[in-house]
Structure formats: C-alpha cells, structure tokens
T-cell receptor, first 113, second 114 residues
Framework: GNSVTQMEGPVTLSEEAFLTINCTYTATGYPSLFWYVQYPGEGLQLLLKATKADDKGSNKGFEATYRKETTSFHLEKGSVQVSDSAVYFCALSVMDSNYQLIWGAGTKLIIKP | NAGVTQTPKFQVLKTGQSMTLQCAQDMNHNSMYWYRQDPGMGLRLIYYSASEGTTDKGEVPNGYNVSRLNKREFSLRLESAAPSQTSVYFC?????????????FGEGSWLTVV
C-alpha cells in the first residue's frame, strides 16, 4: 500500500541551525511528493512539491529532493529562524489512490532564539 | 481571494448534540475533502467528494455524514457528537484528478465535545 513515514518530533533547534526533517515513502506507481506547513493556529499551506524523480522543490529557503532510489523526500533548510516554528507534513499523491493525499503524522519544529 | 472558507472556527458541543461544519471554495475545484487532525496522528480523511453529486468514505467516516450541495459547497455533519470527535477539522479542495495538483486548505474548525 501507499504510506508516508516522517521523523517524530518535536525537533528543537537553535536559530541559524541546519534543519533536516526526514520523510520516506512507499508507493505503487510514481507518486508526487509534497511538504505542507502548519503555523500555530492556522490551516495547512503547501510549502513545496516535486512531481518526478530527481526534481527539487524549493520555497522560503526550504528544499527537498525527490529520491526514487531511496524513496525519500527529506526537507532541509540551511539556517532556520524562529518564524519557522511550525508543524511540517510530508505527503504523497498517486493515481491508484484517486490522487488523494496520503499523509505523514507531522513533525513539530521548535526554533529557539 | 477567499480560497477555501470553513465555518465555524470554534465550537463547543455537548455529547449527543448535532452540528454541521460548512465549507465553500471559490476556485471552481472538482474535488473536496474533509479531514480531522489529532495530535500525533496527522491528517485523516473523513469523507471526500471527487465531483459534484458524489461522495465517498475516507479513512475515518464513522459518526459523520457529508453533503456536496453544489460544486462550491461541501458540508460535514455530526449527528450525535461524542467526545472522541473532539478534533480540528479541515476542509480542502483540489482541481483535476492530477497527481501533482496542489490541495488547498481552509483555516480549520476547532471542535470540542464535552
């Protein structure tokens, strides 16, 4: 079946630290991969996406590369800010699930000044 | 630039009461979704509607009903609320049945059942 596994949180970092949030997936076919972000008290927003192998999605200093060989889509940022504190969700979409999104459990990120 | 609008934002219900969460999107999307979000469990799909006039069960449909009133609106009803339905509910919509298309979310509805 299709599933997404992401690292458990919370992840606590100091400002300007390097961030990696791991996401791995299992999927039949060729999924599209997404990272969504949820800031405190708000809904979810698309952060970045990649629709085929070796694509790199990027936005707001965050990057993730679609790695088919390792079935991974790890989220990275070179220097985090306090304003990046949020919950980050990895998700995939495949044709055989009617293009519904399959979600990871979310990783809470806390950035300390 | 409304996007996906859901109401109410906050609601407290007593066990056994009923209520309807309303959702509307102005992006002419075919597909609409209702999710619930619980700590440590991520987003779980309650019901979805692939197009106007159709609805299907998701992962956790028990205790809920939905209505796709028209292309814009997709409501979620709790007929007899239970404390286990205390959660944050998100409505979402997406355009075509294409894998890479973005799903857009409402701001969420915080529901507490006491």
């Amino acid at each position: 079946g299709n599933s997404v596994t992401q690292m458990e949180g919370p992840v606590t970092l100091s400002e300007e630290a390097f961030l990696t949030i791991n996401c791995t997936y299992t999927a039949t076919g060729y999924p599209s991969l997404f990272w969504y972000v949820q800031y405190p008290g708000e809904g979810l927003q698309l952060l970045l996406k990649a629709t085929k192998a070796d694509d790199k999605g990027s936005n707001k200093g965050f990057e993730a590369t679609y790695r088919k060989e390792t079935t991974s889509f790890h989220l990275e940022k070179g220097s985090v800010q306090v304003s990046d504190s949020a919950v980050y969700f990895c998700a995939l979409s495949v044709m055989d699930s009617n293009y519904q999104l399959i979600w990871g459990a979310g990783t809470k990120l806390i950035i300390k000044p | 630039n409304a996007g996906v609008t859901q109401t109410p934002k906050f609601q407290v219900l007593k066990t056994g009461q009923s209520m309807t969460l309303q959702c509307a999107q102005d992006m002419n999307h075919n597909s609409m979704y209702w999710y619930r979000q619980d700590p440590g469990m991520g987003l779980r799909l309650i019901y979805y509607s692939a197009s106007e006039g159709t609805t299907d069960k998701g992962e956790v449909p028990n205790g809920y009903n939905v209505s796709r009133l028209n292309k814009r609106e997709f409501s979620l009803r709790l007929e007899s609320a239970a404390p286990s339905q205390t959660s944050v509910y998100f409505c979402a919509s997406k355009s075509l049945k294409v894998s890479g298309n973005t799903i857009y979310f409402g701001e969420g509805s915080w529901l507490t059942v006491v």
